[in-house]
């Protein structure tokens, strides 16, 4: 059997009681959980404030001047709007003292009895049992039980707030002294409860050495009385009006939803030595000079969880009318934009978290303005700093860390360091999140209330809120933005990405010239003469960006060359991917036929890429995109036949149907095959979705070629998409893959190609019986006789 020396309890107050705040918090939510009639009162009543109290020890301990003159200077340092009862005390301790020595101690005796923080409710209070029963136990379970059955129950609301039975080591942090009076409604007078903390810092002492006995004492207020009063003395801190002035303004503030209209709050008053300090409430008045906002609720119907979202754009700088989108998520995509391919975490996390609702409204700090129900602009300003931050809400009450100005739990600030341009700062956000312990069970804090335990539960909550926040209103904000505003665009980003995809091909390059055989070696050279061109072009294209930044040509024409150059990237990196992908298959299978099929493929990528890049010049005649004649049978064919090992090693099923008569076509050849990966990359994606959740699932890409005009009929049989999404998954950058492969341009790129050409690239909009969703690409080309 294990023994717990007595010096345990101390540790484990310091490591679970991180900060004051916390301390507050779990004692004003067992007021709560008492059931309280009349809400939770926090009183300070300090005599002597503790820095002044060691100042003047230390003039005491050195006989610095006479006794009188020590007596005088104690009581001149008293806060004179102290209680009566504190102040008579300490001035009685005072004045009384013989000598210098006796002096000292009374100094000591008055700073430890009459500084006192005093945490009330008018609950059920307790009784001697339950003070020795539960109130002594650490970690006691009685809590526990009621939730877990309220949990079986199915009941809307958790009978208590905390649960894990350690809220009384949250008197330890503020002070040495604890003294309990409680009572219930039918006891005849006071329980009373002492405990002297400083007695656990015995080194050699026993826990079950320490005795600690409630006792009865004194009668209640009244006889129908019923609460609990702690009284915590020999504070720890120097408590100041000031100090717990900015507590009430920032931390007290931010306790319970301020979101929730006051007359819903739950009560609690603070107060400094008998005078009312104010808690402030959010003034709906800050909220309406938000410039864009995202409501939404994640719900679970019939086991399946939804993301319902509205998003809204009121002013974001430029002349816009005020934009609003509805968009729901189903279950299918989320599996895609929060659990992807792969994860340790299991879809069941979907439904296990839970039901939440969100809010987050957006600032431009730049654009606030006075507001007359707030006041000027550095007050609306500094307002809106106040209650920044997207804040988590349990049952009404605060779960910290989250929202705090150290706390960063969306990643909007490390995200918003590595882009440039239009960006969303977590201060630039009021918000909130609400959940409960009903509905949420697997949401759970960690012991030392620092954050959520890390579970498949909290990782679903994060990375719904990072998507919602992060691309959904962040990718809804660049479409307001691209619609209606002509801007200048920082390509600094950009750039290093180029740069760094650059670097990939040349590994690439390497690799392929070391394991091509000598029939290939043509190929290869001319690849990496395209690789040369290509550093040229980009070097070019950056230094046209600089004329035109300048010269102040139009910002129409610096968007353009922006969104290029983020194109370029998207397409050098799938290159080079595929590039590696085709090396690795001509390693296993050195077929001089297939060889050729995989450069030439390679090859035509390569100088797409870099015919793109020159687009970037406009005054390059050699950039312009050429034209050539060829079947555009032979072109999925070779297309298809560089992925057979890929789709082999998937186990998809390729359906290709070719007419006989072949088609000629005119266009660029290498943009046609961008087209046609673009929609391969994706069904790979996501029918490899499909089948890690689906072990009888039989992946399938269909492909048929049409003349009059010539066409191509893609589809597979994956997850589909929402017909909600039918032309949002053609913007660019909107994604619903994970995070990780989140890039949103493969589809942008194929329509802006099919374009190009005269032609068109559309998501049929027939809907699959058997997902409800769109599969059906159409890429339709003009209809143009070549002989």
């Not at 008293?78 to 301790?93: H, I, M, P």
């Not at 809220?167 to 329980?191: K, Y």
């Not at 988590?392 to 918003?416: I, N, Q, S």
């Not at 994604?735 to 005269?758: C, D, M, N, T």
Request: proline share 4%; glycine share 6%; with cysteine.
């Amino acid at each position: 059997m294990f023994r717990i020396s007595a010096r345990t309890v101390l540790e484990l107050g310091s490591e679970l009681i991180s900060s004051d705040v916390i301390a507050f918090y779990e004692l004003i939510k067992n007021g709560f959980d008492a059931r309280t009639k009349s809400g939770v009162e926090v009183r300070f009543d300090v005599v002597l404030r503790k820095n002044d109290y060691l100042t003047l020890r230390a003039r005491i301990s050195t006989k610095a001047a006479d006794l009188a003159d020590l007596q005088k200077q104690a009581l001149e340092l008293t806060n004179a709007d102290a209680s009566v009862e504190a102040l008579s005390t300490f001035t009685s301790l005072i004045t009384t003292a013989p000598d210098i020595d006796a002096l000292l101690d009374a100094l000591d005796e008055g700073q430890a009895r009459c500084n006192r923080i005093l945490v009330s409710d008018t609950g059920s209070g307790m009784s001697i049992s339950d003070l020795e029963k539960n109130f002594l136990v650490i970690g006691t379970a009685s809590r526990k039980h009621a939730v877990e059955q309220a949990l079986a129950a199915g009941k809307s609301e958790s009978p208590y707030l905390g649960e894990k039975g350690i809220g009384r080591l949250s008197a330890m942090r503020l002070g040495e002294h604890l003294r309990i009076e409680t009572a219930r409604i039918d006891d005849p007078e006071l329980n009373v409860l002492n405990i002297d903390w400083s007695l656990f810092g015995d080194l050699d002492a026993m826990l079950d050495e320490i005795k600690i006995v409630p006792t009865t004492g004194g009668a209640k207020e009244s006889p129908t009385w019923s609460g609990t009063r702690v009284i915590i003395s020999d504070l720890s801190e120097d408590w100041t009006e000031r100090r717990v002035h900015e507590m009430a303004e920032y931390d007290f503030a931010r306790l319970t939803d301020p979101f929730l209209d006051p007359k819903h709050r739950p009560r609690i008053a603070i107060y400094w030595n008998n005078e009312r300090i104010t808690i402030p409430w959010m003034s709906p008045d800050l909220l309406a000079q938000a410039h864009a906002k995202v409501t939404g609720r994640y719900v679970i119907e019939e086991g399946r969880p939804e993301l319902h979202c509205t998003l809204e754009a009121m002013d974001l700088g430029f002349p816009h009318p005020r934009e609003s989108r509805i968009v729901v998520v189903p279950l299918e995509d989320l599996q895609g934009a929060i659990i992807g391919e792969h994860s340790p975490i299991h879809d069941s996390a979907l439904v296990s978290v839970g039901p939440f609702a969100l809010e987050a409204h957006w600032f431009n700090r730049r654009r606030l303005t006075a507001v007359d129900a707030i006041g000027d602009l550095r007050q609306v300003k500094e307002l809106q700093e106040k209650w920044s931050g997207i804040l988590l809400f349990r049952d009404r009450f605060r779960v910290f860390p989250y929202g705090d100005d150290e706390d960063d739990w969306l990643g909007l600030d490390r995200r918003a360091l590595r882009r440039s341009g239009y960006t969303l700062n977590k201060t630039q956000f009021v918000g909130r999140v609400a959940i409960s312990r009903t509905s949420n069970p697997d949401l759970v804090d960690q012991t030392n209330r620092e954050g959520l335990r890390e579970t498949p539960e909290q990782y679903v909550l994060l990375n719904v809120m990072q998507y919602v926040v992060q691309t959904l209103l962040g990718g809804f904000l660049k479409d307001v933005e691209r619609q209606y505003k002509s801007q200048k665009i920082d390509l600094s980003d950009a750039r290093s990405e180029v740069n760094r995809l650059e670097e990939r091909a040349k590994n690439a390059l390497k690799k392929l010239q070391r394991l091509a055989p000598p029939e290939g070696q043509d190929a290869v050279e001319d690849l990496q003469q395209t690789m040369f061109e290509f550093s040229d072009f980009a070097a070019r294209a950056r230094a046209r960006i600089a004329e035109v930044e300048q010269e102040s040509r139009q910002m129409v024409e610096m968007a353009g060359v922006g969104l290029m150059v983020e194109v370029v990237a998207h397409e050098l990196a799938r290159a080079s991917e595929n590039a590696l992908d085709a090396l690795d298959r001509l390693h296993r299978r050195p077929v001089p036929d297939e060889i050729k099929a995989n450069i030439e493929t390679l090859r035509a990528e390569m100088k797409s890429i870099s015919k793109r890049v020159r687009v970037l010049d406009p005054l390059s005649i050699s950039g312009r995109q050429r034209a050539e004649v060829f079947s555009l049978n032979d072109l999925v064919r070779d297309t298809l036949e560089a992925h057979d090992a890929q789709f082999e090693r998937q186990g998809i099923t390729l359906n290709l149907s070719l007419p006989e008569r072949s088609i000629r076509v005119r266009a660029v050849k290498g943009m046609a095959i961008q087209i046609l990966e673009n929609l391969i990359s994706n069904s790979v994606y996501w029918l490899a979705l499909r089948a890690e959740r689906e072990k009888s699932f039989k992946p399938e890409i269909s492909i048929a070629v049409h003349s009059g005009p010539p066409s191509i009929v893609y589809e597979d049989n994956g997850r589909g998409i929402a017909p909600d999404n039918r032309e949002n998954v053609f913007k660019p950058f909107f994604s619903l893959k994970e995070k990780s492969k989140r890039r949103g341009l493969g589809l942008f790129i194929a329509r802006e190609a099919a374009q190009y050409h005269g032609g068109t690239l559309v998501l049929d909009d027939a809907i699959n019986p058997e997902t409800g969703r769109l599969h059906r690409f159409i890429l339709e080309l003009p209809d143009k006789v070549i002989a």
